[in-house]
């Protein structure tokens, strides 16, 4: 099985809710990654879990929690986000976080209004 | 700051014919590489990787590298319209956890 899963696909909050994306790999791969990604650019990388530790946090804004609870999940939890955060969010998994190759899964297209 | 830089495009080619990605980076102890394919609204999609010098290949692709020129490229033979999409470049730099992507190049393949 080569797939990563996210949860929901698309999510409509205002800017004061609560929400909360998920992530499921099952590769046992030992790192798993957050990505912001706006129209027409790459990637932007916001956080990195390294064997269920947060190893990488990439001055995201605290609005943005990020949670490991097990090696195949991951969790994103958003609180009270701003318009400009509206964005594809993008889960990827790796082997380890050396030189692994990351696999994407479809990601949530959320909108902020 | 540790950079990947790619050809915006669009890179217009006709169908059958191949289109040629280019990628530099600017870490010279830059170890791994990768290609992604991103179709419009949707998730990259890893489709190359390459750790050494040379060239790997996959079916119709071909990736080349060239450490001393810092310098990756992704080949595509015999191009379809379904290749119509954003190519990404992406390199992980030794000792460090994560990859630096590139803009991306819009591919257009022409029918």
């Known amino acids: 099985d080569t797939e990563v899963t996210q949860t929901p696909k698309h999510l409509v909050m205002g800017m004061t809710n609560k929400k909360s994306l998920k992530c499921e790999q099952h590769?046992?791969?030992?790192?798993m990654y957050w990505y912001k990604q706006k129209a027409k650019k790459p990637p932007e990388l916001m956080f990195v879990y390294s064997y269920e530790k947060l190893s990488i946090n990439e001055s995201v804004p605290s609005r943005f929690s990020p949670e490991c609870p097990n090696s195949s999940l991951l969790n994103l939890h958003l609180h009270a986000l701003q318009p400009e955060d509206s964005a594809l969010y993008l889960c990827?998994?790796?082997?380890?976080?050396?030189?692994?190759?990351?696999?994407f899964g479809p990601g949530t297209r959320l909108t902020v209004l | 700051q540790k950079e990947v830089e790619q050809n915006s495009g669009p890179l217009s080619v006709p169908e059958g014919a191949i289109a040629s990605l280019n990628c530099t980076y600017s870490?010279?102890?830059?170890?791994?590489f990768f290609w992604y394919r991103q179709y419009s609204g949707k998730s990259p999609e890893l489709i190359m990787s390459i750790y050494s010098n040379g060239d790997k290949e996959d079916g119709r692709f071909t990736a080349q590298l060239n450490k001393a020129s810092q310098y990756v490229s992704l080949l595509i033979r015999d191009s379809q319209p379904s290749d119509s999409a954003t190519y990404l470049c992406?390199?992980?730099?030794?000792?460090?956890?994560?990859?630096?992507f590139g803009t991306g190049t819009k591919l257009q393949v022409i029918p």
């Open positions: 590769m046992g791969h030992r790192a």
């Open positions: 870490d010279r102890v830059s170890q791994s």
């Open positions: 992406a390199v992980n730099s030794g000792g460090y956890q994560k990859v630096t």
């Open positions: 990827a998994s790796s082997q380890d976080t050396l030189a692994s190759e990351q696999f």
